[in-house]
């Protein structure tokens, strides 16, 4: 994916893009509109890869990233963050299915 923009070689489908206009608002005001540009799905996808990787190192060397932010950053996954909190969810979980069946037991017994 990394060929066509290392050697400067243009893909034609990729000279092309759709323009769109979102509306932010219900009304229909000239300043409620966001505009966007729509590319083919593989340069869309090799921007997001080329210009996020450059972006990401940018922000790492001027610390511009704050200690909350996960995603994307080399050493800091996103499911690390969030393993002890679905861990305290499964077993919180656990125990209330723990104690049901404890209750159903109990009642059997009776």
Known sequence: MDTPFKSGILVPRWAQAIHCMLQKKPEPFANCFRNIQLYEGDFS?????????????HANEHQSNSDETYGGRKGRKCHELLAPIVHIGIQQDHEKTNSVTRRGRQRLLR
Do not use: D, Q, Y
Request: charged residues 30%; hydrophobic residues 55%; proline residues 0%.
């Open 45 to 57: 996808g090799a921007l997001k890869l080329i210009v996020g990787r450059r972006l990401m190192r």
